[in-house]
């Protein structure tokens, strides 16, 4: 069965960084596609990030853009978000997903639909 865990979350201070970390359990992460969604209290779950591992086309949600960054590492076999100057509004449960979709090599992948498999979530919590 495939299985994500998610790892990183925490409580911090608005300003603060956190890394989330993403690995796959007894497998290679997808070659397609990898990407990070997160999901706030009374909110439906959005796109924070994705990256396309064949061209390394990355996305990003506007309100993450310059501040967030999407990594995947083969060796390690491990997808990350880099999450700096963190606000309140990002408090959130942070999902990977992986995609196994394979559309064109330049495409982005920005829809949840396009992703097959989740990881369990981890709580980031900024405090003001």
């Known amino acids: 069965q495939v299985q994500l865990v998610e790892s990183g979350g925490g409580l911090v201070q608005a300003g603060d960084s956190l890394r989330l970390s993403c690995a796959a359990s007894g497998r290679t992460l997808s070659n397609y596609a990898l990407g990070w969604f997160r999901k706030a209290p009374g909110k439906e779950r959005e796109i924070v990030a994705t990256?396309?591992?064949?061209?390394?086309?990355?996305y990003y949600a506007d309100s993450v853009k310059g501040r967030f960054t999407i990594s995947a590492h083969n060796a390690q076999n491990t997808v990350y978000l880099q999450m700096n100057s963190l606000k309140p509004e990002d408090t959130a449960v942070y999902y990977c997903a992986e995609s196994r979709r394979d559309y064109s090599r330049m495409y982005v992948y920005t829809q949840r639909g396009e992703f097959d498999y989740w990881g369990q979530g981890t709580q980031v919590t900024v405090s003001s």
């Open positions: 990256i396309s591992r064949s061209a390394g086309i990355t």
